[in-house]
């Protein structure tokens, strides 16, 4: 009993100790779960109709559209590519979703007749990078892929640089073939939607008529430049009504920030200039030294590697390639600077001859215990095949098919580095004649090969190029940044840095749209650091200095001037605002120049009231009339005189973008030869008509999506 009464005694302490405890308990819970939830979201690279996408999952996809998409492009825009394959995800996923409702789906017989038949655009982009063509056809051939994959293992395990080769190939024929699968199933949606497309004769008639037939017209014009804007009233009940009436044009698919910014180029100074230049003269004088142009390329830290074997002009860009026919072969030229990329360039021209842009080849990789044994058996091998052997009977005995296969200049010309034994191999593929045979001893084991077709002969130049950027110093470098972040240091509101940007040497510019999707704030490379400030910062902070730009050359500080929330933009928008604005001193406009010309009957009554007049021939409802005296495209106008009698005068003055109208129609005819074939043009009707819903069909399908990117946040 005395404990018990101890423990009320204390009653009061003890619900304190135990309500701490369960808060502890379920906030440590609490804190869990928020963690994990923390973790997911920290994980998501964006969102599709709700499907959270996940960085691993995106990464491989990324990692595979950038790998084959620079094989068939190697010098394409990274960010470009990155943005190519968001836009390629984000509609497979949308159309996978819809066809999914639908019952869509590509059949595995569907794909392989689609390969068989070999014309679609992705087969035919991949005949051009793999040489799987049809000789007969010139479309992709089926027999040439089925080929490669059957005989893939065996292939790729013949030698460890053909390893590399076909993996690198493998994994591109099975990218583009999942491509192939997922813009058939697109195609089939568009079908759905051809077919829920008609038309009829009047509207083929109309189309006709619209194309077909002009007008020429007397027109009466008066500008609205004539009419003072501060004559014309506009309130805020006035911008409130034509923001509604247009509030479609300001729909906006995710947020949009804008932003003020100093961008600041790091440039070399003549210092850096002279001491790259005389970088260039010691590698010219060691070309023509006749030193190791692999060695002066590789030392000179040239951006164009020496492959050691012959390449067309493709390989390089124009202000090397346009030099080459004039130089003679064994001669060095430069320093020479190329204004095209800013760069100092030498140039070494070993030989010039012509040499087939395509080779077909077939090889057996002999290896032996040693490379005396090696080269024994190749010899065996190569004197077996001199006396009428056959070649794939040969390679079965050592493990391979012998299947030949095609090498285009273009798969290497472009390479960044080349093995010694990749270097002697395609040297003498390129010389080989015609069914020729030869054992080529590589690093380990010797490799026999047989020519059998050469094609598309060529000019082809063994050149040693050393290309230098021109780019600032360190030092230069410091002191450029240095003295911009004084200036910022020295200015931390936007209306300051406004104010004396100009005297310090700095232009402050306009960022009005950006968007996470961009990756990058537009038109400035290496920025995603700078977006991710500008989705994180509050409307009026500054940020700190940041390097950007494309090779990390210019500097940037930001000031976050606006934020527009997903939906629509505002009227408080000045983008919005000030479109509104305009629309709406068009109208008043309008209405007074309107009142002047409602009752006049000819185009000399509109000139008392202060109308010019001009001729303007050939109008026709398909296309808006141009008013050269206004400048103006005027789509109504087309309109209108479609609408009005041969030798009418207009019924009622035309409200234009550029004034207001009236007109007399003196001419009308049918363009010569125009002849009208209902089929035809309900067909033209029908095609004009399945454009504009298919771009409002995905438009609708994106937004509905409710598409979320979180790229900036990873890439």
């Known amino acids: 009993m005395a404990a018990l009464g101890k423990i009320r005694s204390k009653g009061t302490f003890l619900i304190i100790i135990i309500g701490l405890g369960l808060f502890g308990f379920i906030a440590g819970d609490m804190f869990r779960s928020c963690e994990t939830t923390g973790r997911m979201r920290s994980t998501r690279v964006g969102e599709v109709l709700g499907e959270k996408i996940g960085i691993e999952e995106y990464q491989d996809y990324l990692n595979e559209f950038v790998e084959c998409t620079k094989m068939g492009s190697p010098q394409a825009d990274e960010d470009q590519i990155r943005t190519m394959a968001w836009n390629s995800y984000v509609q497979n996923k949308i159309f996978e979703n819809e ?4 019952g869509l789906t590509v059949t595995n017989d569907e794909l392989k007749n689609a390969m068989t038949q070999g014309t679609h655009q992705v087969l035919m982009e991949v005949a051009n990078l793999t040489g799987f063509v049809n ?25 460890p640089q053909a390893a590399e080769y076909y993996d690198k190939v493998y994994k591109y024929l099975a990218f583009k073939v999942k491509q192939l699968r997922q813009q058939l199933l697109a195609q089939k949606y568009q079908s759905l939607l051809t077919s829920a497309v008609l038309s009829n004769p ?25 009419v003072n804007d501060k004559d014309v009233q506009v309130s805020e009940s006035d911008l409130k009504a034509k923001y509604e009436e247009k509030k479609e044009l300001f729909r906006i698919p995710e947020e949009i920030r804008s932003i003020k910014y100093v961008l600041v180029k790091k440039e070399a100074s003549p210092a850096d200039r002279k001491n790259l230049e005389n970088t260039l003269i010691k590698c010219a004088d060691q070309l023509k030294e006749g030193e190791s142009a692999e060695k002066v390329v590789r030392e000179g830290r040239s951006n164009i590697a020496y492959l050691g074997v012959p390449v067309t002009k493709k390989a390089f860009s124009n202000d090397i390639a346009n030099r080459l026919d004039s130089m003679a072969v064994g001669a060095v030229v ?24 395509s080779i077909e080849f077939r090889a057996i990789n002999v290896q032996g215990k040693s490379n005396e044994e090696s080269k024994t058996k190749a010899d065996s091998v190569l004197n077996a095949l001199k006396a ?11 493990g391979q098919t012998g299947e030949k296969s095609w090498l285009t200049t273009a798969q290497y010309e472009r390479a960044t580095n080349m093995t010694k034994d990749n270097q002697t191999i395609f040297n003498e593929l390129n010389t080989l004649g015609a069914n020729e045979v030869k054992s080529i001893p590589m690093a380990q084991g010797v490799l026999v090969v047989q020519v059998t077709d050469r094609r598309a002969m060529v000019t082809k130049y063994d050149v040693a190029v050393v290309k230098r950027d021109i780019t600032f110093s360190d030092e230069t470098s410091h002191a450029i940044s240095d003295k911009f972040k004084q200036f910022v240091a020295g200015h931390q509101t936007l209306e300051a840095i406004e104010k004396d940007a100009a005297k310090n040497g700095y232009q402050v510019m306009d960022m009005k749209q950006v968007l ?55 009227l408080d928008n000045e983008e919005a605002k000030n479109f509104i604005q305009q629309e709406v001193l068009r109208d008043k406009k309008a209405e007074k120049l309107i009142a002047k010309l409602k009752d006049v009957k000819s185009i000399a009554e509109a000139e008392k009231q202060g ?17 050269s005296d206004l400048q103006s495209q005027e789509p109504a106008l087309s309109g209108a005189v ?36 209902v089929k035809d043009y309900e067909t033209k009707a029908a095609q004009s008509n399945l454009q504009s819903l298919s771009r409002s069909a995905f438009q609708e399908l994106y937004l509905n999506a409710d598409v979320q990117d979180n790229r900036y946040l990873f890439f």
């Open 99 to 102: 066809a999914g409702k639908l």
């Open 135 to 159: 000789q007969q056809t010139g479309r992709f051939d089926i027999n040439l892929y089925n080929e490669f994959i059957n005989n893939y293992k065996t292939q790729r395990n013949s030698s």
């Open 202 to 226: 009047i509207e083929a008639q109309f189309l006709f008529d619209s194309e077909k037939q002009e007008s020429d017209i007397k027109l009466a014009y008066i500008d609205y430049k004539t």
């Open 334 to 357: 430069g320093p020479i600077e190329s204004k095209f990329d800013n760069t100092f360039n030498v140039i070494k021209l070993f030989s010039k001859s012509t040499l087939p842009d």
């Open 388 to 398: 009428g052997g056959d070649f794939e009977a040969i390679a079965k005995k050592y």
């Open 516 to 570: 996470t999707s961009q990756g990058n704030l537009p038109g400035i490379g290496n920025s995603r650091d700078a977006l991710k400030w500008v989705f994180e910062a509050k409307k009026g902070d500054i940020s700190e200095v940041m390097t950007v730009g494309a090779n990390r050359d210019e500097i940037l500080v930001m000031a976050l001037t606006d934020i527009s929330p997903k939906g629509f933009l505002s």
């Open 611 to 627: 109308a010019k007049t001009a001729d303007v021939n050939q109008i026709t409802l398909a296309a808006p009339t141009f008013v």
């Open 642 to 677: 479609a609408a009005t009698e041969k030798g009418k005068f207009s019924a009622k003055p035309v409200k234009g973008y550029g004034g207001v109208y009236v007109f007399q129609v003196v001419d009308r005819r049918n363009v010569e030869g125009a002849k009208f074939n």
